[in-house]
Every structure is written in C-alpha cells, then in structure tokens.
C-alpha cells in the first residue's frame, strides 16, 4: 500500500505538470486547430532562461532568500517564453494561416527544430544541473518505515498547477477575452464580424500558452534538478499524448489527460519496473 500510496503522489506531480504543458497545445488547437510541435521547446526554454538567472543570482551571493532567487528566475522566463510564443506566431504561423494544413504542421516541426539548435548554441550541449536552491523536505504519510512520502517541492508544484489550470479556467470562461477566444474558436470570420480582432486573440493565446509552458519549465528543472536543451522533445510528446487522451482543444480534458497520463507513467514506473 505504501509504495502504491507513493507512486500516486509521484503520478500526481508528474500529471500535474504534464496538464500544465498540456494546455498550451489545447489552447493553440481549439483556437486555430494547429498542432504547436514547438511548444515543447518553449517549455525548455523556460527553464533554461530560468536557470541562467537562478545561478547567476545563486552565484553573485545577493544574499537573497532562495524563494526570491527562485521567483526571479520564473518573472524573467514568462516574459522571455511569452516573447517566443508571440514571435512564432507572428512570424511563422500567421502567414500560413490560410495555408494547407500541411504547412504549418511541418513549420512548427521546423521551428522546433531550430529552437532546439538555438538552445544548444546558448546553453551547450550537456545538461546542466539545475541549482537546488530549495531544501527539500520529506513529510511522512505513513508511520510504517520506508513509508509514502511527499516533500514541499511536491506540494509546490501540484499546488501552483492547480492554481493556474483554474485561473486559465476562469478567464477562458469568466472573461471578455475568453469570451472573444470562444467565439475565434467557433468561427473566426463571424467573430471577426461583430468587431473581434482576431489576429490579437490568436497572440494572445499563444502568449498565455507560452507562459504556461514557462512555468512548467521551472517546475520540470526544479523537480528533476536537471535541464538540457532536448528536454521539451519527450515532455511536449507526453502532454500532446495527454491533450490528445483527454480530447485536444477542450481545457478540462486536457487536465485530465495530463493527470492520468501521469498517474500511469509512475505506477508503471513502480510496478513493472519491479
């Protein structure tokens, strides 16, 4: 029971995340149903800008808390992956938005590729171990020995997940921009008719994305205590599989998917690799 106790609470971080990155593809898809390969590399993106600034503050010895250190390096990655988002969009996926089907698919293949590259020209090669900034501290479940256990990183990161798959939630359907992004969703031109810019609603649902992706960037580096450049490839592949599972293009699927997929990775993981 414990090792099943803990690997769901390992199931549950890793789906959490995995719901996270989830919701960019969903998102991009619902609106303009194009499948966004390159999201992954946002993602990675984050927690690389995240870590440069991490131990560049780490190094300096500013004798800020780690918490402080840690939340600089996540304001300075949203911004840049928002950055990303808006510039991919504006500038490869835009002018293909009429285009056959075919040719956005292989340019995002393509970009993803090239972030990939721009990455290894920045960060090098080899992966690099992501400060450890944050002391890591157990909290038992049970009181049997070698019981289930879940440490804060844990509970931070299921925790900032939920909070934002609910306030993506709340301004998809509480907003007048979620209002707009429903109508773009349904049917650009007639959204586009009763006065919808929806050449800003798209940015800005690549944008939401892209910062969604940062924040699972950091939280992947902070989790494993590694990042490298191909470390969006399997982590996009994964949360595209969990938007697929939970029905691409519908939010509340997507987090389920992301949940399940990651339920399923851990008890495998803890079952079959025994």
Known sequence: ????????????????????????????????????????????????????????????????????????????????????????????????RKAPRLAPLITAIGLSIILQHLAMIIWSRNPMPFPQIITVTPIHLTDTPNGATITNVQVVIIATSVLMMVGLLALVYRTKLGIAMRATSQNQQVAGLMGININTVIALTFVIGAGLGAMAGVMVGTYYGIAQYQMGFILGLKAFSAAVLGGIGNLAGAMLGGVLLGLIEALGAGYVGD
């Not at 593809?25 to 390159?38: C, E, H, K, P, R």
């Not at 988002?85 to 835009?94: D, H, I």
């Open 1 to 96: 029971m414990d090792i099943f106790l803990q690997q769901v609470i390992n199931g549950l971080t890793l789906g959490s995340v995995y719901a996270v990155v989830a919701l960019g593809y969903t998102m991009v898809y619902g609106i303009i149903q194009l499948i966004n390969f390159a999201h992954g590399e946002v993602v990675m993106i984050g927690a690389m800008v995240a870590f440069s600034v991490i131990t560049a503050l780490a190094g300096a010895h500013t004798g800020l808390p780690p918490f402080a250190i840690l939340l600089a390096g996540v304001l300075v990655a949203i911004p840049a992956c928002m950055g990303i988002g808006y510039t991919l969009e504006r500038v490869a996926y835009r002018p293909l």
